[in-house]
């Protein structure tokens, strides 16, 4: 099937928003349950590697559920997004991603506009985010290769995962560290921090998009 453009915008919305509201929601509910942050960081896990699964099946053969403007620079370096639509595609990842920041803040009655307070800079947490988001992109690439119906699951575990191993929890997308400087919860990283985690998902995606990429080439296929 095939969609118009405004429906897969709408889509890529819509799930970045969901995204961001799981992450910011989950991080105050876990805030207000306990004072243990090891176990608040598990109940902010959970529920993000939870929705992950869940919106990828849903909107997944909509619009590619991207979510995440690394990924979609992953696609367009490849060709295998179309150059035109990058930059709409950011754009609504980015808005729905500050929209589901306002909404959680909504449902738990506190200030809707917020800005973040938690520190999160310097060389080990922008490597970590090197790591966290050449990992993902180079999964995503390599599953969509050999085993796409597991596309959504295998996200929603690396994430799982990489909130644990990586000392940055693994923001891994610009969309979602933009909208996280909006809340000063559990979730929340300063503005001026978040300049330094963007260049680093870049970086990290181009990096996945020339190693995997390279990993993923089959020298039988081009051959006549």
Do not use: K
Request: hydrophobic content about 55%; some cysteine; glycine content about 8%.
């Amino acid at each position: 099937m095939t969609y118009t453009l405004n429906r897969r915008l709408v889509a890529e919305a819509l799930g970045t928003a969901f995204l961001v509201c799981t992450v910011v929601g989950s991080g105050i509910m876990a805030e207000t349950l306990t004072d243990d942050v090891a176990l608040a960081l598990l109940g902010n896990t959970l529920p993000t590697g939870a929705i992950l699964i869940v919106l990828i099946t849903m909107l997944g053969p909509l619009s590619g559920a991207h979510f995440n403007p690394a990924v979609t620079l992953a696609f367009t370096l490849r060709g295998e997004h179309p150059r035109v639509e990058a930059a709409p595609y950011v754009a609504a990842q980015i808005a729905g991603g500050i929209f589901g920041t306002l909404a959680a803040h909504a449902m738990f009655d506190i200030s809707i506009l917020q800005a973040g307070q938690t520190v999160r800079s310097g060389p080990p947490q922008w490597f970590a985010e090197v790591v966290a988001t050449f990992g993902l992109v180079g999964m995503i690439l390599a599953v969509l290769r050999f085993q796409a119906s597991a596309v959504a699951w295998c996200v929603g575990l690396y994430i799982t995962a990489a909130y644990w191993f990586t000392a940055s929890t693994s923001f891994a997308n610009p969309a979602v560290a933009i909208s996280r400087a909006l809340t000063d919860t559990f979730s929340g990283i300063r503005p001026v921090d978040v300049p330094g985690f963007i260049a680093a998902q870049l970086i990290g995606a181009a990096l996945a998009v020339m190693v995997v990429g390279w990993l993923l080439h089959d020298e039988a296929a081009q051959r006549p």
